[in-house]
């Protein structure tokens, strides 16, 4: 069971809009640290797509955003494209009594319909 | 151009031994953490040991610390894992990955990583 929890999946039409929430706790999302999401084309490696919550790297398009809110986060993606059918995981820092540890959520795959 | 290549995966027998490499490119080495993170056949991510940049600090996950040891070389710009009493449940694509910010480490995201390599504990 992970850390930070995702839908295993979503789907969407071409063009439409998704949404991937990712939930924490106070120890991790809810302390203040920051939320990063990768994208995951099958049989490839990780990619990142958003850090420090809403930032995206160059070359990402626009229509990925994300953001974040109390214990939890969110990616949206709008104009959805057959491209962006992959897996997408949620990152974050979690710290509490028990240790320290870098957190993933257990990834939702995305399906473009 | 910015690259990470792992190296040393295959196929080994439960309570074995395998050292993982991760040559880098492109930047400079020697300024940023770095992290293994693995991911089981048709499972998740999961991350497995960070190290900072002078390899003064090492963090593990609970379920390898005490079996295996990350490391780096700074003057090969090479990273390494060593995995000592593996289990089947250790088989995996194992990643290097790069911190994105050096001074901030604990909150930076992971912005390059390799392609891979699979370890496979099997008898």
């Known amino acids: 069971q992970s850390v930070l929890t995702q839908p295993p999946s979503v789907s969407g039409a071409p063009g439409q809009r998704v949404t991937i929430s990712c939930t924490g706790s106070s120890s991790n999302i809810g302390a203040g640290y920051d939320v990063h999401w990768y994208q995951q084309l099958p049989g490839t490696a990780p990619k990142l797509l958003i850090y420090g919550n809403s930032n995206r790297p160059s070359g990402v398009p626009d229509r990925f955003s994300g953001s974040k809110s109390g214990t939890s986060a969110s990616l949206a993606i709008t104009g959805l494209q057959a491209e962006d059918e992959a897996d997408y995981y949620c990152?974050?820092?979690?710290?509490?009594?028990?240790?320290?540890?870098?957190?993933f959520g257990g990834g939702t795959k995305l399906t473009v319909l | 151009q910015v690259q990470l290549v792992e190296s040393g995966g295959g196929v080994v027998q439960p309570g074995g031994s395998l050292r993982l490499s991760c040559a880098a490119s492109?930047?400079?080495?020697?300024?940023?953490?770095m992290h293994w993170v693995r991911q089981a056949p048709g499972k998740g991510l999961e991350w497995v040991a960070f190290i900072r940049y002078d390899g003064s600090n090492k963090y593990y996950a609970d379920s390898v610390k005490g079996r295996f040891t990350i490391s780096r070389d700074n003057s090969k710009n090479t990273l390494y894992l060593q995995m000592n009493s593996l289990r089947a449940e250790d088989t995996a694509v194992y990643y290097c990955?790069?911190?994105?910010?050096?001074?901030?480490?604990?909150?930076?995201?992971?912005?390059?990583w390799g392609q891979g390599t699979m370890v496979t504990v099997s008898s």
């Open positions: 990955a790069k911190v994105s910010e050096p001074s901030n480490y604990y909150d930076s995201s992971l912005d390059i």
């Open positions: 990152q974050s820092y979690d710290s509490s009594l028990s240790g320290s540890d870098w957190v």
């Open positions: 492109g930047f400079t080495f020697s300024s940023y953490g």
